[in-house]
């Protein structure tokens, strides 16, 4: 069974720090593209960060230089280092790990971390 625990949310002020975890199991994670998305209360689900099976890391240009994505094959985590946080940042954050793998799309979602941040 694939899991996928997201922790580190919370509150905290605007310029302050946090920092997302990603533990998955059940999987292959060496096969897996591993991404960070957010929602925010009326809107649609946005990809943060994401690390891909190439070994490529890229993020959203609104936390471009700001958020820090980190990839760990042995421990099968991914962290998410968030800095300089602004309120508009505020968001429930999800971890996602998908493959296409021998013709078959693989997709799978945390539970959800929320991420507040206060002016």
């Known amino acids: 069974q694939v899991q996928l625990v997201e922790s580190g949310g919370g509150l905290v002020q605007a310029a302050g720090s946090l920092t997302l975890s990603c533990a998955a199991s059940g999987l292959s994670f060496t096969r897996y593209n591993m991404t960070w998305f957010r929602q925010a209360p009326g809107k649609q689900r946005e990809l943060v960060a994401t690390?891909?099976?190439?070994?490529?890391?890229a993020y959203a240009d609104s936390v471009r230089g700001r958020f820090t994505l980190s990839r760990d094959n042995v421990k099968r985590t991914v962290t998410l280092r968030m800095n300089s946080l602004k309120p508009e940042d505020t968001a429930v954050y999800y971890c996602?790990?998908?493959?296409?793998?021998?013709?078959?799309?693989?997709?799978?979602w945390g539970q959800g971390t929320q991420v507040t941040v206060s002016p």
């Open positions: 996602n790990a998908a493959s296409f793998w021998l013709g078959d799309l693989y997709d799978y």
């Open positions: 690390s891909t099976t190439a070994g490529i890391t």
